[in-house]
């Protein structure tokens, strides 16, 4: 926490280094949610080409390559993911899968009471149901089934239960800390204390910290993070996604990714291997060079060659046109008024 809280002013910006406050990135378990949508065979983006007729040299004479034509809602298969290094090694976070939406303590409870009160006013109730509506696993199970609700204190449960486990054996076994965006469920009061029953301080769960130099919007909380600050979004995600569509298309009996179901598990096979070890040590080792180059800059925005690609590329492109045209034409009207003024006929 004295990384973030020393952020926050205790320090000097332009002087700050992550080794003088005690901080390593070997103690740190990086999480972040992924999910996949399924894909129905061939996999691909193309359609595939289909014969027209015959040319006059009797050749098959094929259609244009467009697009491939895709369902306009996709299931997908999402889950919870996580890496580390342990002991100078890469290492990877078993999975957990989560269905439909994610919702924080207070909605779940809420939650609980609908469905308590739908069970109690069934025309023919179960014989039992005054005992049922009592249990909290039944009715938390009618729940997830049902009303298609996923209780985030389960996705806690396991990236603890799994960080105790990764650094059980090393020096950080008492003092490991979790990296994870800004989710608001995650910082709920109910989330805080299920962390206390679980035994595992929340203020391990980085933040900004409770420094006075903090704004009071962040104090206590994490910020949305960009894509640099998360080794696994750049680029661990991009190499596990890419590995999964490989596996798909030269390996489709064994990798299968037409059902969400089969995807998970495909998944799940995928991550054992991709991304490798080297590659995790290599994207997680990054997160300092990137916030220091941050914190030199105060915070501002550090200009530096893009690396992003797809619809981040483009709105980036956007953004940056935007701003300039905007400034062009804030100048160009604050000319007008100045000439304007200046204008005795006017």
């Not at 960080?163 to 800004?182: K, P, V």
Request: glycine share 6%; with cysteine; aromatic share 10%.
């Amino acid at each position: 926490m004295r990384l973030f809280q020393d952020r926050c002013g205790r320090k000097s910006r332009r002087n700050y280094a992550l080794e003088d406050h005690g901080f390593s990135i070997e103690q740190v378990l990086w999480v972040d949610e992924h999910s996949q949508k399924v894909r129905y065979m061939p996999v691909g983006d193309w359609q595939t080409l289909f014969p027209v007729g015959l040319n006059e040299s009797g050749e098959t004479v094929y259609d244009e390559l467009v697009p491939r034509i895709k369902p306009k809602f996709r299931q997908s298969a999402a889950g919870v993911f996580g890496v580390a290094i342990i002991d100078g090694v890469g290492t990877k976070m078993v999975p957990m899968r989560y269905l439909n939406t994610v919702i924080g303590p207070r909605s779940w409870e809420r939650e609980r009471v609908l469905e308590r009160d739908r069970v109690k006013s069934m025309r023919r109730p179960p014989s039992n149901w005054e005992i049922l509506v009592c249990n909290d696993v039944w009715i938390d199970e009618r729940i997830h089934r049902l009303r298609k609700k996923f209780d985030v204190r389960r996705l806690i449960k396991h990236v603890i239960e799994e960080g105790n486990r990764m650094f059980r054996d090393t020096q950080f076994t008492h003092c490991w800390l979790i990296y994870h965006d800004y989710l608001k469920s995650w910082w709920e009061l109910g989330c805080q204390q299920y962390m206390l029953e679980l035994r595992f301080d929340p203020r391990r769960c980085l933040g900004c910290g409770s420094s006075p130099a903090c704004p009071q919007r962040y104090r206590n909380k994490t910020v949305g993070d960009s894509p640099e600050l998360m080794p696994l979004d750049s680029y661990l995600f991009a190499d596990f996604k890419i590995a999964v569509l490989k596996n798909a298309v030269f390996k489709p009996d064994e990798y299968k990714v037409g059902t969400p179901n089969a995807l998970w598990e495909t998944m799940t096979k995928v991550w054992g291997k991709i991304p490798r070890s080297d590659r995790v040590l290599a994207d997680i080792r990054r997160w300092p060079t990137t916030v220091s180059k941050i914190i030199a800059q105060e915070g501002a925005y550090v200009e530096d060659k893009s690396s992003r690609q797809g619809n981040r590329a483009v709105l980036e492109r956007i953004h940056r046109t935007t701003r300039a045209r905007m400034d062009w034409f804030i100048q160009d009207a604050v000319q007008d008024l100045d000439d304007a003024n200046e204008d005795p006929g006017c």
